[in-house]
């Protein structure tokens, strides 16, 4: 079935106009594997994410890009590290790290590449803790000193993009039948794709401390009102997760909705 949704082609589109922001100065590193990220960096939308730092309560720097990324942003060793992949691949990663060096500009650390582990997770600077997410016409990161923070997830999605074929798979059955009693097809829709994104939210939080894979339906998400299109949800999780402090068995994060997109973010204080 084709579907379709509109995304915001110009600034003169962007409900978020007005609040352009310049790429943080000091974008410049020297040395081995570096290059000069100023001239390479014609990224100058790259602007600070009201719409990400709106998921958390505090102080962490949040970055974001509307359009399409760019090879030549990347680093000699982001780019060899990501080996042989598709155009849409490269040019997704670049907008990523762009954003999440304009993001750690932000927190006044200069430009530093951030090839992936083999995992795929970011390699951050030792004190940092961060997250990137992206999907259709948006791309976005997060970043937190690590005095403030043990660990951030974040995470976007194209709402109608998480169709009802793949809900069994994502969704458990109590979140299924929590569906089901909903009327209107498109909050049926919208929180569909909330609690999935929570839960890769979720997913990459935890994974900075505990690198362990866990299951869709090892995690339940209770969202606490659809009537906004802001607010919390909770996160229970029946694998025990030592590594996060053991007597906190229910997480919350809080979600976003705006244009297609659905955004939901999980931070893990000190
Ligand atoms: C990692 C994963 C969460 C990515 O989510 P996605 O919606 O496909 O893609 P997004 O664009 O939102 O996020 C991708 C980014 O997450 C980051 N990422 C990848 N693996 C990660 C991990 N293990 N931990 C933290 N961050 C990770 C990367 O920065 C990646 O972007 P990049 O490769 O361009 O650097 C997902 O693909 C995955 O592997 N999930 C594992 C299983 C799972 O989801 N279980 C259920 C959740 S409870």
Do not use: N
């Not at 849409?88 to 990523?96: H, L, P």
């Not at 935890?206 to 339906?217: E, G, I, K, P």
């Amino acid at each position: 079935m084709t579907r379709s949704f509109s995304l915001p082609r110009s600034r003169d589109d962007d409900p978020d106009r007005g609040r352009w922001l310049p790429v943080p100065e000091g974008h410049r590193q020297s040395g081995p594997g570096s290059l000069e990220i100023d001239d390479a960096m014609p990224c100058r939308l790259i602007r600070r994410s009201e719409t990400l730092h709106r998921l958390f309560d505090s102080e962490l720097a949040a970055s974001e890009y509307r359009a399409t990324g760019s090879a030549d942003w990347l680093l000699r060793s982001e780019r060899s590290a990501l080996g042989v992949v598709s155009g849409k691949r490269i040019r997704e990663f670049a907008a990523g790290r762009a954003c999440a060096r304009h993001a750690l500009g932000s927190l006044g650390h200069s430009a530093v590449a951030l090839p992936p582990l083999p995992d795929r997770r970011p390699c951050w600077p030792s004190d940092v803790v961060g997250s990137i997410s992206h999907t259709r016409g948006f791309s976005g990161a997060v970043v937190a000193s690590t005095r403030t923070h043990r660990a951030v997830g974040i995470d976007v999605e194209v709402a109608v993009a998480v169709t009802p074929d793949v809900w069994s798979y994502v969704l458990t059955t109590k979140e299924q039948e929590r569906l089901e009693a909903v009327a209107d097809p498109a909050a049926r829709q919208s929180l569909a794709a909330i609690c999935f994104s929570a839960k890769e939210a979720f997913y990459k939080c935890q994974y900075t401390l505990t690198q362990r894979w866990l299951d869709f339906h090892d995690v339940a998400v209770e969202i606490d009102t659809l009537q906004r299109d802001e607010g919390a949800f909770q996160l229970r999780c029946s694998v025990e997760l030592p590594e996060l402090g053991g007597t906190m068995p229910i997480w919350s994060g809080r979600y976003q909705r705006l244009g297609p997109w659905v955004f939901t973010g999980v931070a893990l204080r000190r």
